[in-house]
């Protein structure tokens, strides 16, 4: 069995749309469901350098906190962004999905296809209608 990681919000389209594009590849992920158990300061900053982005990219902009925090201006550092992203999860962009492929923050949602270690098993469209995957299980280029 493949071992795959999903950091959800099952409020978010795009988390379900991945976690459902996971499922139909035959795997039933490790859901961590990150608002409630955030990761720590270490599997913070190990998802960041996996996926091989900025920390300022892994940010939520059109939240609450980001605004409050003053945290456009550009005036923090790393380590500091990385705090207000543990102190407020809701900061972590998601989904995070970590195969033995990659780490990649999926969004748009068809970016997991990228590191699934197994096939689509059949369609997938996602929940806005846009079609990801046809019924032979191939990705479906726009």
Not at 43 to 58: N, R, Y
Not at 89 to 106: D, E, F, H
């Amino acid at each position: 069995m493949s071992n795959v990681t999903i950091y959800h919000n099952p409020a978010c389209g795009t988390s379900r749309n991945t976690l459902e594009m996971i499922r139909n590849s035959g795997i039933e992920p490790t859901i961590i469901y990150y608002l409630d158990t955030p990761p720590t300061r270490d599997e913070l900053v190990k998802l960041i350098a996996d996926m091989g982005i900025t920390v300022s990219a892994l940010l939520r902009k059109n939240v609450e906190p980001y605004e409050q925090l003053g945290l456009a201006d550009n005036a923090f550092t790393d380590e500091q962004l990385i705090g207000f992203m543990l102190q407020y999860p809701i900061l972590i962009n998601r989904p995070i999905v970590v195969t033995a492929l990659g780490t990649r923050l999926c969004r748009p949602s068809e970016v997991v296809l990228d590191i699934l270690p197994e096939s689509q098993q059949g369609a997938f469209t996602k929940e806005d209608g846009e079609q990801v995957v046809d019924a032979q299980g191939k990705r479906v280029k726009p």
